[in-house]
């Protein structure tokens, strides 16, 4: 059989996004594995191999194929809602692969294009990233280092802390590197892994040394010195004893060495990721009062623009959020089968979100700093009667011409999936060829329920919304006379548990200029 050919009968090909953001893509993942199991079955028995090596490869073929059975399609959602089982996921996936790949040597042309199907070691840098953002903006309800109550089995190992201690280390996190790393090295004591204790202290001796805690630097390397010593590797000894008493030196002789070795203090560290305030405790669901929080009550209504065929009998329901610039929700807007749609249209267009964005560093060096972790996808009108269908009554709820509106942009954000704070206008109305002027507004469906998190807040009127299946949220991004309005700056916040689905569309100024005339009053 042709290479490639065996996957495109089995139709497990994954598309250009990220892995960690679709669960289709993880499936197909899951699939993968099972396609794999058989060809290495066929391989072991048609090739010599000595008899270690094929008794390995005999069970990595068990494995791949209890766990293509066992994530199931119907109990992959629920297996993969967590973050750590996600990590978990790819993390055994990279290390099994790796191993696989040294046990087969050249292989052949089908299990070498399966490999080559994989998701490739980003995908793990991603899974990691995520954990360190949720406990980073949500704080204790994500610390994952700590089993709790009701959960001791997704807990990080302490090799799962160390690999995501040095991930934040190669980022310069080091308050994340500490965390992480602190945790480990009380695992590897509980266990008398020494070796790898001694490795997290020498990490922990260089990071606590950056942030200038030095009495815990001391504290750690005293410990070194003493497993070292006990071993009889006296150079170590020597080299370490010079660094302590430049440690001792730092802070102030031995006495005063000898009080903060005690780590009686709490240590010190500047948090590389800053959050804005209002942002962080609405993704934390906390109330947010600002200057521009609605003081006067806000209502529900049914709207029917005028009676409009497309309203008349179904009416929207509309509740109100804030008046600054018209921020509501439309409940029920989308029926089931509508939404299965927009889903399935969109998977297979699938690519990774742009991510990046650069910014200047105070020595004007550019820094690449993520600003979102989605899969986007493209599905327009033309495509199918009920999405034009759709997009006429989104059309019709805002009063808007929908020749201006852009295609449906459908998202899907997995573990950790975010887009920090943007807004959907730009200065320069020549970023969006082809539809005549600024995004005049915005409507966002929201495509199913999520479990935890992934709310759409906006920071500078204390408001957030959160994700309910077939509903919608929709605003001005606009003034009435044109100019952008900087109060509706909004951001996703990251997915805690589960998946998110939603599909944007955003309408332009040209043929709306008399829909949504200027006002008198020109701060509208």
């Not at 197909?28 to 079955?41: F, P």
């Not at 266990?191 to 815990?216: C, I, K, P, R, W």
């Not at 951001?491 to 332009?508: D, E, I, Q, R, T």
Request: with cysteine; charged share 25%; net charge negative.
């Amino acid at each position: 059989m042709l290479p490639h050919t065996l996957l495109l009968l089995t139709g497990v090909i994954l598309t250009n996004s990220q892995t960690l953001n679709s669960l289709d893509e993880m499936y197909k993942v899951v699939e993968l594995k099972s396609v794999l199991s058989d060809q290495l079955d066929e391989y072991i028995h048609t090739v010599a191999l000595n008899g270690k090596t094929k008794e390995r490869l005999q069970k990595y073929i068990s494995k791949l194929h209890n766990e293509s059975i066992s994530l199931a399609k119907e109990k992959l959602e629920e297996e993969m809602s967590h973050p750590v089982r996600v990590y978990r996921f790819f993390s055994e996936l990279m290390t099994d692969l790796a191993d696989i790949d040294k046990l087969i040597g050249e292989g052949t042309d089908e299990i070498n294009d399966i490999m080559e199907q994989f998701p490739k070691d980003d995908e793990l840098d991603l899974a990691a990233d995520a954990i360190i953002r949720l406990q980073e903006l949500y704080g204790d309800i994500a610390d994952f280092t700590l089993p709790r109550e009701n959960n001791s089995k997704d807990v990080l190992t302490a090799n799962e802390l160390f690999d995501i201690g040095s991930r934040c280390m190669d980022n310069n996190n080091t308050c994340g590197a500490l965390h992480y790393m602190l945790r480990a090295k009380e695992l590897f004591e509980a266990a008398n892994d020494v070796d790898s204790l001694m490795m997290t202290l020498e990490h922990l001796v260089d990071l606590m040394e950056q942030e200038g805690n030095f009495g815990y630097a001391l504290n750690y390397t005293l410990l070194q010195i003493e497993y070292y010593e006990s071993v009889g590797e006296q150079e170590t000894v020597e080299v370490l004893k010079d660094s302590a008493e430049e440690y001792k030196y730092t802070l102030g002789g031995k006495l005063r060495a000898k009080k903060k070795a005690t780590l009686s203090e709490p240590y010190n560290c500047e948090p590389s990721t800053y959050f804005n305030f209002n942002y962080q405790q609405l993704c934390k669901g906390e109330t947010v009062i600002t200057e521009h929080t609605d003081k006067k009550p806000l209502h529900c209504h049914l709207y029917t623009n005028n009676n409009h065929p497309l309203l008349r009998l179904s009416p929207a329901k509309i509740e109100e959020i804030n008046t600054a610039f018209g921020l509501s929700f439309a409940h029920d807007v989308l029926t089931e089968r509508e939404i299965e749609l927009l889903k399935q249209a969109a998977s297979s267009k699938f690519a990774a979100s742009k991510i990046v964005e650069g910014r200047e560093d105070i020595d004007g060096s550019v820094i690449q700093q993520q600003s979102r972790s989605s899969n986007t996808g493209w599905v327009f009108d033309e495509e199918n009667k009920v999405i034009q269908e759709m997009s006429k009554r989104v059309a019709t709820i805002l009063n808007l011409d929908i020749e201006s509106a852009e295609p449906f942009q459908v998202l899907s954000y997995g573990i950790g999936g975010f887009y920090l704070q943007h807004y959907d206008w730009d200065e320069d109305e020549d970023s969006f060829p082809g539809f005549g002027g600024n995004r005049i507004a915005t409507w966002i469906f929201y495509l199913n329920d999520v479990k935890e998190g992934g709310a759409t807040v906006f920071p500078h009127i204390g408001a957030a919304v959160w994700p309910e299946k077939g509903g919608a949220a929709f605003w001005r991004n606009l003034h009435y006379n044109g100019t952008p309005n900087d109060l509706n700056l909004h951001a996703a916040c990251p997915v805690l548990k589960g998946y998110k689905w939603a599909s944007n569309k955003w309408f332009h100024q040209h043929r709306n200029e008399f829909k949504w005339p200027c006002k008198l009053d020109s701060e509208l």
